[in-house]
């Protein structure tokens, strides 16, 4: 056997099942205990902004426009998931000036360690593969389990915003928090802007329906969309908080981290829509299709799309609302109107209705 061969057999046979096994146990790990595995990054945050503000007292540091959690890979070599913390001004990589903080995952770290003591066990029947190798493996695979720290973060803004430290610092009229990789790919998780906003210059360019543009992380709250043509546009993590979207389309488009909180969504058209992690907390949704959708929290044995945070319906009004061939079980329907919203009989037990809701619901055959 080649050294190709037995790195891709050792790949295959050993690698691909230990990795899902321990991605499983992270998984229930994030689920089950993401109040306290968020602490350490708050405490982490804390330090980070006391950091800020030390500099700008002393006039080093300009306004602060991006933060970035950024995993540090060569921590693993020392057994560790290291993650540092840095403030930049507008200039973002061009701001020389150094304000760091570190954020040590150790719960990562715990698998990381699990993991490369197993496939060092499991490698030394192919003669062909090193130590070096597994490094490197491993280097690969934490891509993998650094998509929880994003989604941890992603949870904060979401679900726990009293829990991030006051902003007592001086900062950019819109400050992007973002998490990646060190010097590397990056991504926003929270975007607070004050800047001035004009709306018919949002209005326009959602009426030019670029359906190959990304309006990811756009900010269209409050914005009268009713009757709009949406269609296979792709709204990633944009905010289309308290809009009045009442009989609009957004037939195939990807929705996925959407906010559409407090939002008129009367008779919209969500059928075929990617809205895994979409947030519907309190929205009218009386009459709403979501015929096909794809919101089914993760299964990782099944391959499915991830739903880190799951769908959240809570405390909506779904009254008469189509969810006939929507792939949507973990998400929340907590507190949710469901008189007349329309389910499949044979989906019932994917669901956790209250009893209340059960009778609401109308049950398809």
């Not at 192919?126 to 491993?138: C, E, K, T, W």
């Not at 800047?195 to 900010?219: A, G, H, P």
């Not at 919203?341 to 398809?364: C, L, N």
């Amino acid at each position: 056997m080649k050294r190709e061969e037995a790195l891709q057999h050792f790949m295959d046979e050993c690698v691909s099942v230990h990795v899902s096994r321990l991605q499983e146990k992270v998984d229930r790990q994030f689920r089950q205990n993401k109040e306290i595995l968020l602490q350490p990054i708050i405490y982490s945050l804390e330090q980070l902004f006391a950091n800020i503000r030390d500099q700008q007292r002393q006039g080093k540091l300009a306004p602060i426009a991006f933060i970035h959690l950024s995993l540090l890979r060569t921590s693993l070599l020392e057994n560790k998931c290291t993650y540092l913390l840095e403030a930049y001004g507008e200039a973002w990589y061009f701001d020389w000036v150094e304000c760091t903080a570190h954020y040590e995952a150790t719960w990562l770290s715990e698998a990381m360690v699990d993991l490369q003591k197993i496939l060092e066990k499991e490698r030394k029947p192919y003669l062909m593969i090193q130590a070096a190798d597994v490094r490197g493996i491993i280097q690969k695979i934490v891509v993998l389990f650094h998509q929880y720290i994003i989604q941890l973060v992603r949870y904060l803004f979401r679900y726990q915003k009293e829990s991030v430290p006051e902003l007592h610092f001086q900062r950019a009229e819109c400050l992007r928090f973002r998490v990646g990789e060190y010097k590397g790919v990056s991504e926003d998780v929270a975007i607070i802007d004050e800047r001035e906003r004009v709306d018919k210059n949002l209005l326009s360019l959602l009426e030019q329906k670029e359906m190959d543009k990304s309006y990811t992380f756009e900010n269209f709250s409050n914005l009268p969309l009713q009757q709009k043509n949406f269609n296979q546009m792709d709204f990633s993590y944009a905010i289309f908080n308290s809009c009045d979207l009442a009989g609009s389309s957004l037939k195939q488009s990807i929705c996925v981290g959407t906010s559409f909180v407090d939002c008129g969504l009367e008779n919209v058209d969500f059928s075929y829509s990617a809205i895994q992690d979409t947030d519907f907390r309190n929205a009218n949704l009386v009459g709403a299709n979501f015929s096909y959708a794809q919101g089914k929290t993760l299964r990782l044995s099944g391959g499915e799309v991830a739903c880190y945070l799951g769908t959240d319906f809570s405390n909506a009004n779904l009254e008469n609302a189509r969810f006939d061939f929507a792939q949507i079980e973990g998400a929340n329907f907590t507190g949710a109107n469901l008189k007349g919203a329309t389910f499949f009989k044979r989906d019932q037990e994917k669901y956790q209705f209250s009893a209340e809701q059960m009778k609401d619901v109308h049950w398809i055959y």
